[in-house]
């Protein structure tokens, strides 16, 4: 069973499109993408596709979804998007970001939020501050065995799926 830096490691052997630092106004197909240093969403990220497509945002250090930014889905499912995180991922009030989130730092995510998570931290701490009805989120702890077949699974997936 593999844990979520071994999911991360076997992330870094699958070949990616470097994107510029911040992901917003890009629109994008499914694949693997790579964001050198700390990235953000700014604005809106589009995600063509279907409900079988998969896309991997893997990103060295920091990521940051600022006030008022989301991912629009067109005909994308949130369950096949990974966002593997070199450092600390915040998640800013009134945004609405979907998929499965690996740091290896703290995640935080703040009030207003319409986001759509998976969350797993590898040597950090989740943090919820919401003062309206709970996020729907899941959460696992380290050497969670759902986690690892769930994400070691989709990631082999995206190793036989996607080409760059």
Known sequence: MAD????KLK???????????????LVLNPGAYYIT???SLNGVLTLNGNDTSKYLFYITDSFTVKS???IKLQGAAAKNIFWISGGNVLIEEFTSLRGVVIASGNIEIRSN???????YSINGNILIKNDQPPIPS???????????????ATL??????ITV
């Open 68 to 70: 008022g930014s989301f």
């Open 37 to 39: 240093g700390n990235a």
């Open 113 to 119: 939020n319409q986001s759509m998570l998976a969350l």
């Open 156 to 161: 082999e997936l995206i190793t036989n799926d």
């Open 138 to 152: 899941i959460f696992f702890s380290p050497g969670d065995e759902v986690l690892s077949e769930f994400a070691g």
């Open 11 to 25: 992330a870094d052997t699958i070949p990616k499109q470097t994107l510029p630092q911040n992901l917003g106004g």
């Open 4 to 7: 979520a830096n071994s999911i």
